[in-house]
């Protein structure tokens, strides 16, 4: 699908009917197998991109292609809402957010939104396609306080691997082959531990930290904490869970036994905190 990072916001407007297709096609009442039916037969033939303002943020959607997209567009709903809103009376002016696996943004720009842009934040995503995506995203909503970066992390300085099924959610990617579903395709992407990439934008202090990285999680915390003092951890961590069987360590075990709580959990998430 083509990408547009040049022409202005509102560009894609008039999609009233088709953001009608796209709710109907993906409606949550229907199992999942007949939603991927209906995208294919009917919804991918308008595959956007789409410019909308929803919960305050200017997005810029491709629900062909990304499931974060597609939920923001035809169910007019966050990705992970419940977990956004749990975040909300921890957000706070001045704060210092790192998203590792930042996808399109979401988290990134619902924390700028909630702490009146004053956050610092620093948002890793090392699809090619998808970083671009974020930084336009970040772009039409005039963040200046972000530094958006197209980098993955792991335990040391590389290139890898990072696999997606090449179409249908090209958000939902790993380092690990298993860590995505149907893997079909992968690029090369630079990994960078996430201690040395604190250092090189200068930050020292973590208010809030979220990891989604399909089962790679433990190879960028693990050796974080095991080299750093805990004052540099971060105060809250959501963790995505999903993939845990792919972790390599009791990563959360570990975590409680060094003095994380847990604040609030879904299936699939965890948020935990640091007394």
């Not at 990617?173 to 860590?179: F, R, V, Y």
């Amino acid at each position: 699908m083509p990408l547009d990072t040049t022409t202005a916001f509102g560009t894609y407007h008039k999609h009233r009917f088709r953001r009608l297709l796209w709710a109907i096609c993906d409606a949550p009442l229907f199992p999942s197998s007949l939603r991927r039916k209906l995208r294919k037969k009917f919804a991918r033939k308008q595959p956007g991109p789409y410019d909308v303002e929803f919960a305050g943020i200017n997005w810029r959607l491709y629900p062909e292609e990304n499931y974060c997209d597609r939920i923001i567009f035809a169910r007019k709903k966050l990705p992970e809402a419940a977990e956004h809103e749990a975040l909300i009376p921890y957000l706070k002016n001045n704060m210092t957010f790192v998203d590792i696996g930042a996808n399109v943004g979401s988290y990134s720009l619902f924390v700028d939104r909630h702490t009146e842009s004053t956050a610092r934040i620093l948002a890793l995503e090392p699809h090619p396609k998808t970083f671009q995506k974020l930084k336009f995203n970040l772009q039409i909503n005039n963040i200046e306080n972000a530094t958006p970066l197209q980098l993955a992390s792991g335990p040391e300085r590389t290139t890898m691997q990072l696999w997606s099924d090449g179409g249908s959610n090209i958000g939902h990617t790993s380092i690990l082959k298993e860590g995505t579903s149907n893997a079909k395709i992968s690029v090369d992407v630079d990994v960078v531990p996430l201690v040395d990439i604190l250092k090189d934008n200068q930050i020292d202090k973590i208010d809030l930290l979220k990891i989604d990285i399909e089962g790679f999680e433990d190879q960028v915390l693990t050796p974080f904490f095991k080299s750093t003092d805990q004052q540099a951890w971060p105060r809250l961590v959501l963790i995505e869970t999903a993939h845990h069987a792919l972790w390599q360590s009791d990563l959360i075990g570990w975590m409680k036994e060094t003095g994380y709580k847990t604040v609030f959990e879904t299936k699939e998430n965890l948020l935990l905190g640091l007394n």
